[in-house]
């Protein structure tokens, strides 16, 4: 599948690795858009938000509680980070591989969009 994420997952290319399971695996964003930009994405290609099957709900919480312990070894834990999710065209997703951003280390703007 020509999926840069599934690629990541893969080893086929590079990326700076900071997190693995069995279930999801997490990485600096090649773009960072603030001093901590983190992206923790499923092992399985599923390609947004709105194609998670039911039975994979969990998954996304698994996925908040991965994020939430690299918050705190990035050192944001305490002093805020925001967690997001791109969901189809006018969501902004520009990859169509799920994954949750993990942005944090600067004050970021109150709103979204
Ligand atoms: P989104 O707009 O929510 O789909 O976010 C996609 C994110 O993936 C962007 O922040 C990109 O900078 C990031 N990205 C794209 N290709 C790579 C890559 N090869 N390695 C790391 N991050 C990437
Ligand atoms: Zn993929």
Do not use: W
Not at 41 to 56: C, F, G, Q
Not at 65 to 85: C, H, M, T
């Amino acid at each position: 599948m020509d999926c840069v994420f599934c690629k990541i997952v893969a080893s086929e290319i590079p990326a700076d690795v900071r997190y693995r399971d069995e279930e999801v695996i997490a990485f600096a964003d090649i773009n960072p858009v603030a001093p901590t930009h983190l992206l923790i994405i499923p092992r399985k290609h599923i390609p947004s938000l709105a194609h998670l099957p039911d039975a994979e709900t969990p998954l996304i919480g698994h996925m908040a509680k991965i994020a939430n312990q690299l918050a705190n070894e990035e050192g944001i834990f305490e002093s805020g980070y925001r967690l997001a999710i791109s969901c189809g065209e006018q969501g902004g997703q520009e990859v169509p591989h799920l994954h949750m951003h993990l942005v944090g280390g600067r004050q970021l703007a109150p709103t979204l969009g």
